[in-house]
């Protein structure tokens, strides 16, 4: 079995590295270009150690905005919350705008995805000093969520996200048709639920409906909505195995495979060797030949190279 | 490994098409000849864009149904609504009569399935306007439930569809006795609990019980039926860990004989190299000229200096 | 890849056709051989017919036996249902003393495990009707629940299920293993609930944590028992994730090695093929002397024959 | 296809009995010696029963802990619990001595993993004699806790757990990331909610909201807390979709790749074999010398009649 090794040439994010030098433009000379080095880049031990406190100080930044949620922690640490928040909206800020200074073409930065995360990182704090009026307009929690957005700025970090990102666009047409197809089913035995069981018993809408069918068919099964009536009960099972035989099928159709190839290649224990003998001729013969195992029950040669095989099975040890 | 390369010959679409005009029957000449290419084919650029509005048009006629079942929008918008259901079964209308109209044998397409949906997709609107008193003998929901099959004119769109169709069908019979097997667990546990909790828990019948079984079997778990007595919660979480189990433990074994067989293929870190080196003894081949390792297990000559490869294991160092 | 065929050699209801005769003794002629083939045996069309009469027979007696247990039904259609009941009890005791009538071992045949199954079928109602008090001392739903045991006498006409019990013995060191870890798990994480949480949140002793750990990590979540407090609520995310992980992990992994290995044997569309190249340089060389190809990234030598390979991707047409 | 076969070298069990021996040092004489070897090992008849019965106790005792929490059963049984718990502790405090007694280095016995977790079964009886305040600094329950830690004792019998340590340890890195993708959607996501829903439908801080969000993307669903407004159920849709996606999707696509695989190494029947020919190029190979099909796909030999095979597919019949 063929395996992809790790490969020697520079890896994934040494070539994102380069882009991002091309694409933004790192300056030539000077403490600029000092700078973009331990910004931007993490082979010097001071751009390690830069990215290192800065994946703490975003880590520490979402802790802030998730504890200030709690209202009773809201309430007792308000005062060192809010100076935290502050702490880490200049902190961010200073970053911003060090990043903006040691490139060449800023705007470029700014316009790039993580320019936008960083500048969102930082806007909602200002935002809401600047605009006094903000909190009547905009509740305090869509400040929180503007703020959760900085785990984003973590991702730079991990290149195996973008491995993954890419390997999802990859399949990107199956999972489409895959959702594709859910999606009808959830509509149709949505309404066909809408139908039986009606408003009275939870099902007021067809969008409703659609909601309890995806909670059904992923199984997750919140129970806010359930079927009452015996025929919506019918429906309900079918819609469950349904969406849980999506994953036991495939399951056990791919470990068989596995097992009866397995078997195919060596003999297994087994209570009953003559059954075994019987049932699977093919599972041990071995060409005196080229030694290849693996032949089909039903071969007489062999197809590496067409010498002929024994009939039966030969026991093993 | 050797994968299925895609077909350089006409894809499954191209086939339809050609079984289509066959069964059908294109016509030779005409505007009847124009207007089926146009309307079934999609080679053409008018054929593509009639394909495409005509998508356009079901998804959104299906929006119209959903949002006139929720009723604070019927309310609002219901005359919108209904102009919006009228234009759209004018415009299925006229498609159906020029889908018949461009065929030899407009009744073959009438009986097929997709005339038949296209039938339904158009159906309800005049009958309700026709049988004045439909409203009393049919709910409207049901009327909602059959301008909701319209979803399935979109299928002769997606040919994944028809593969994902003759997929299933081929393991037909696999899904036919697990499925069995599944209901026979559901028939026997559910009795069981039937028994052990009885109606005054909420089991209050056979069917009910086999109802409770399948939303822990599948791991949804409404919860609008729960055990109560200590045996009836063994025999729950029995059903639990075996519905789980089904898809625990055959991944489980999957990816242990996947990683096993990496493991033959290349060496991988070890804390305790003597373990490793006898437990699995075609993992640490040395190659006697270069001295490196990490051998695939159908290596014949060292990858790194041409040297042929011993074929037993050798102890590393 | 080595796949196992279907064998040639006589299938598996065929062989226990044979084992089955060996062990209850086929009558050697007379009415009894002939009764033999047709009752224990498929190979006649008599045989074929009596297997399909008994089938139906077995689910409808089922049918008759679930709707006796919804109350509304019992109340309409009491008397038909226990007339269906007498008639399927004496059909099945016919069937049986046919069998008994047919072997030359009849008590050998009383003893095995289909033999029980039929006496368990037709006993619970002789038993309701020889010991009038049974009412009283045994629940008329055990009674229900024994005639359900009926569904195990179709399982001998489906050798999957065989084949099913066959692979999941083979397994069974592993899965007792598997099963031995999540039972360990479920004790230690249902304790530090019970202790964290306490009998005033639903967790009231170790086995209902226990209980509700199962529903947690097999991800069914019924909710009548829920946490409440942070901590508890923070294990119980652990708990969700773990039981979720188990299966989202490994399927995560097995896909991602087949997705390296196919692109390790074909090149993939790429958006970016410069990228591709340089992120995965052996993707598609291919050895000029013998043509194979899956050369790991860092071979410099083909590992079938030992000639050197080129440094570079050849860039696929 | 390769598979790594059972060692026949010392297996693990036997080689962790050799690191303990040197490590703790194995007494070289005397009744130590053979205390060692009764307790430690299991290989003399005796070391076996001693293991045999050690496991049974530890067994029964956290029977007896979990039947201790039961309230109902703590009043009815309440002293003969306490005088099992008291005989089960003395066994395990003899059985630590025995072992601390029995070894050159009983200090290196005592810090390591199972030394701490010997102490830890019998400290909490102890400690509840010794420090008769205990029970009001700490709750009877977290005694309980400690003492259920007694199930790691029996994970020294069971080597297949060490397997699954180290191939968790293996794959650590992929978990990490894994886990931290989950954790960065569940952040998003729960704020998201906190924001959409709000603390007025239960949403009450981000925390809880995390929390929500774990449920649901783990398809657990235990419906304490439901999302109300059609936007907040819309992203729980997508949420669900998500969580159960991950399990289906690449299910599916593993399912699809290995039955292509298959297919193209044994014809599979078709109702369109003209279809299956022009899709599927390599599936109806045909000998020219007696012409059978269904070669797999490496065949280079027929396997009926030894001659060699074409290499492009020849059109059947």
Known sequence: MKTAAAPTSPGPAALEAAQDAQRFGKPQRGWRRRGYEVIFESDTPAGHAFDVALIWAIVASIVV???????PLAQRWGTWLQAAEWTFTLLFTAEYLARLACVDRPLR???????????LSVA?????????????LIDVRVLRLLRIFRIFKLSRYASEMHFLASAIAASRRKILVFLGFVLMVVLVAGTLMYVVEGPEHGFTSIPTAMYWAVTTMTTVGFGD???RTDLGRLIASSMMLLGW????VPTGIVTAEMSSQRRSAAAEADPAPILRTLLQPGAARCCSACGSTGHQADAQFCRRCGTRLPAENRPPD
Chains 1, 2, 3, 4 share one sequence.
């Open 65 to 71: 905005v998730i504890l200030a949620s709690v209202a």
């Open 124 to 136: 909602p704090t200002y935002l809401a000093v600047l605009v006094p009026g903000l909190h009547a």
């Open 245 to 248: 035989g999506v994953l036991a």
């Open 109 to 119: 930065y700014a316009r790039s995805f993580y320019g936008l995360i960083d500048l």
């Open 225 to 227: 909505i359930t079927p």
